[in-house]
């Protein structure tokens, strides 16, 4: 017998039991954008290794660590996209899409990072994200973050999730509080850990970060960067404070929460739960005004998020909120004998013809009424159609009630779709 061949570690697979609940998530999501008036972009899943080092930074887990990198054929480097921001980014300049422009997009796809996997956390995950050009005011950045807080509502999450918020300030003013933090960790330098150590001139920030509680412990001295900002960047936070607090989204102020990609600028947040253990960020994102140009576009500003959709699925299963989820099937349609096949057959696909938005599915394979009976079962259906002979004789069908205790009765062939329609079973 040949060796059996196993799924990459780290990446897994969606079995049938499982994909209603990723559909259920899909499905919010898409509506979500959908009200806000947001539009879809898909970007390749292979990207030119460059995109990733000018918009991630090279110090960066992402870039130094994590990347599938390889030459193709040709020489080229290339990698399997480990965020969608900058691919987005990529596709408006490329197409012609955000200069002069407003823009809000939404994407949702496969992506790849060779980190240690574990629950929630895995080598491919599929990521969902929001993407606006062209608006540089908080009113945006407030959008984004409404935006969010309506997907946890229509997940059923909202009191799982907290909101942490942040502004990183301007370039400039972000340069003279590198400065700053520099020469406070120098005085402690001896004390850092090695990560610490190795980032402290090149992402300083990034130290912020650090999950080393020592380390946590030396920042509590720290200069903080709010002390840093001038009225511009203080004037757009205030107001975006004023906006969350107007529509009743509660949030709390993280002065080392800094984000892990170096394009952030100005708004920066993550919504957090603690009910996933280490795992606790379920989104994050904020404002990169200046990674458009660095890509090759002109100044464009910009505001995002993006979001692990494992980490939710496995959130909605941690609170055992999957109990709603409908089955695959409402109707399973069985043939009592070979000479009610093609009947059977005839029935489900004008009851698909009839109502579209009803799951049918038909019985194959023959066998005696309890296998069928069983196989209905098991398929989830509310109920089963016997058509046997008496049944063709007569031009009926029999409804049989899977999910309770009606019993079951004959309904003429011909009026068997408005029957079934009556019954709600969607």
Excluded at 138 to 154: F, G, N
Aim: aromatic residues 8%.
């Amino acid at each position: 017998m040949a060796k059996q061949i196993q799924a990459i570690r780290g990446m897994n697979d969606i079995l049938p039991t499982q994909s209603p609940l990723w559909q259920k998530v899909e499905a919010v999501l898409r509506s979500s954008v959908s009200a806000y008036g947001y539009s879809e972009i898909r970007t390749p899943i292979v990207e030119n290794t460059e995109l990733f080092k000018r918009s991630i930074g090279e110090v960066t887990d992402i870039v130094e660590k994590e990347m599938y990198t390889f030459a193709d054929n040709n020489g080229d480097s290339l990698t399997l996209r480990p965020e969608g921001t900058a691919s987005t980014v990529r596709a408006g300049n490329e197409n012609g899409l955000l200069y002069n422009q407003e823009q809000r997009l939404w994407y949702m796809g496969p992506m790849f990072r060779h980190e240690r996997p574990q629950k929630g956390r895995y080598r491919q995950f599929n990521q969902f994200g929001v993407e606006v050009y062209g608006i540089g005011t908080a009113d945006i950045d407030a959008e984004v973050l409404m935006l969010s807080a309506r997907l946890w509502e229509k997940l059923g999450i909202s009191e799982h999730v907290s909101l942490e918020l942040n502004t990183l300030g301007d370039p400039a003013e972000r340069a003279v509080y590198r400065d700053a933090l520099i020469a406070f960790l120098e005085q402690h330098k001896d004390a850092l850990d090695e990560d610490s150590k190795r980032r402290m001139y090149s992402n300083p920030l990034r130290v912020l970060d650090s999950k080393d509680q020592h380390v946590q412990a030396i920042l509590v001295d720290a200069p903080e960067l709010m002390d840093f900002l001038g009225e511009e960047s203080k004037a757009h936070f205030s107001q975006l404070r004023e906006l969350l607090d107007a529509v009743g989204i509660k949030y709390t102020i993280n002065p080392r929460l800094v984000r892990g990609l170096d394009y952030y600028n100005r708004t920066v947040f993550e919504w957090v739960t603690s009910s996933l253990g280490s795992q606790g960020t379920v989104l994050a994102g904020g404002r990169y005004d200046g990674l458009v140009a660095q890509l090759g576009g002109k100044d464009t500003p910009a505001v995002g998020f993006a979001m692990g959709l494992e980490r939710i699925v496995l959130l909605l299963e941690t609170l055992e909120l999957t109990k709603d989820i409908p089955p695959e099937v409402d109707v399973y349609v069985t043939a009592m004998g070979d000479s009610c096949l093609v009947e059977a057959i005839k029935v489900a696909q004008e009851l698909r013809s009839a109502l579209p938005t009803l799951r049918v599915m038909s019985h194959c394979g023959g066998g005696n009424v309890k296998k069928q009976m069983k196989r209905a079962d098991k398929s989830g259906a509310q109920v089963a159609l016997l058509i046997g002979e008496d049944e063709l004789a007569e031009g009926m069908v029999t409804v049989k009630y899977l999910r309770n205790d009606n019993e079951q009765q004959r309904v003429e062939r011909n009026a068997l779709s408005a029957f079934l329609a009556e019954l709600a079973l969607k």
